[in-house]
């Protein structure tokens, strides 16, 4: 079945410092990927679209400058969080698809647990 | 960004009842919904989905219902485990302009023994 790999699980950094989450499709090829996060208690909030070889599309609200987005192959987005600040703690998921597949082909990652300090 | 909603409701049943979590979706040319189960620190996991020319999906031990006219999702768990305790999310595939999955509030279900 479909894997999504999200790495690293956990991270720590100080305030200032940039931080960079990798998403991999381990066994197929995810033209689209997207990034959420997620606050404590509170649902998925969708941030961006990245799409393989050109500009993520980010949602309302969403800074661009402050959070990079790549997605240079058909396996691999990031997301770069950049002079990060303690409102950026939260948990971001990553999911690729969708595919013609079952479920559209909506994988998600297990997630990143971002904590600035 | 999008999403919809704030702070989880709660629902707490007794091991071995049935469930019923519901949800309300947005966008009427929505064609495709999920819903997904969380647990802490984990990303979502599948459940089960439903297209939008059906009403009625059933799986094992779980159920979804759609209703158009409202746009209203639910989702039912039957003979509920400790193991089904867990955050449920329904989640909309918005196909207006591009295509993405936008999710629901979440509902915080605890199996009491």
């Known amino acids: 079945g479909a894997v999504v790999s999200q790495h690293p699980s956990w991270v720590i950094c100080k305030s200032g410092t940039s931080v960079k989450i990798e998403c991999r499709s381990l066994d197929f090829q995810a033209t689209t990927m997207f990034w959420y996060r997620q606050f404590p208690k509170q649902s998925l909030m969708l941030m961006a679209t990245?799409?393989?070889?050109?500009?993520?599309?980010?949602e309302q609200g969403v800074e661009k400058d402050k959070f990079l987005i790549n997605h240079a192959s058909l396996t691999l987005s990031t997301l770069t969080v950049t002079s990060a600040h303690p409102e950026d703690s939260s948990f971001y998921i990553c999911s690729a698809g969708p595919r013609r597949a079952a479920n559209y082909g909506y994988t998600f990652g297990s997630g990143t647990r971002l904590t600035v300090v | 960004g999008e999403s919809v909603g704030l702070h989880l409701p709660t629902l707490s049943v007794q091991e071995g009842d049935n469930s019923i979590i519901n949800c309300a979706y947005s966008?009427?040319?929505?064609?495709?919904f999920i819903w997904y189960k969380q647990e802490s620190g984990k990303g979502p996991q599948f459940i089960i989905d439903i297209r939008s020319n059906m009403d009625k999906r059933q799986g094992q031990r779980v159920t979804v219902l759609l209703n158009k006219t409202v746009k209203h999702l639910s989702l039912q768990i039957a003979a509920t485990q400790p193991g089904d305790s867990a955050v449920y999310f329904c989640a909309e595939n918005r196909i207006q302009g591009a295509q993405k999955l936008v999710f629901g509030q979440g509902t915080r279900l605890t199996i009491n023994p």
């Open positions: 990245s799409n393989e070889g050109s500009k993520a599309t980010y």
């Open positions: 966008n009427s040319a929505s064609d495709y």
